[in-house]
């Protein structure tokens, strides 16, 4: 069955940098396209950034352009965050979902605290 796993998250002070992490399984991962979202206590999950399996595409919501940049490796079967120039509010539980799925997994907790 279709397993995401996601690591990485931690306490970071503001303007700091953290690589996320998510390894996939259950499907074939090359032909999917990736998404991470984040929720934050109290609010919605949100969508953060997507991953085509076409060319690499990219897309980012407006609160993260310019800091996070989304990559994937076909051969790991896994999809990367790495977060730059973090702002507190970005403290949330983040989390890779592969569209047409209906599986999440934990999540993994970013808090961005001095």
């Known amino acids: 069955q279709v397993q995401l796993v996601e690591s990485g998250g931690g306490l970071v002070q503001p303007g700091g940098s953290l690589r996320l992490s998510c390894a996939a399984s259950?499907?074939?991962?090359?032909?999917?396209?990736m998404k991470w979202y984040r929720q934050a206590p109290g609010k919605e999950r949100e969508w953060v950034a997507t991953?085509?399996?076409?060319?690499?595409?990219?897309q980012y919501a407006d609160f993260v352009k310019g800091r996070f940049t989304i990559s994937r490796d076909n051969a790991k079967n896994t999809v990367s965050l790495q977060m730059n120039s973090l702002k507190p509010e970005d403290t949330a539980v983040y989390l890779c979902?592969?569209?047409?799925?209906?599986?999440w997994g934990q999540g993994t907790q970013v808090t961005v605290s001095s």
């Open positions: 259950g499907f074939t991962f090359g032909d999917y396209a």
């Open positions: 979902n592969a569209p047409g799925f209906g599986t």
């Open positions: 991953i085509y399996s076409i060319a690499n595409n990219r």
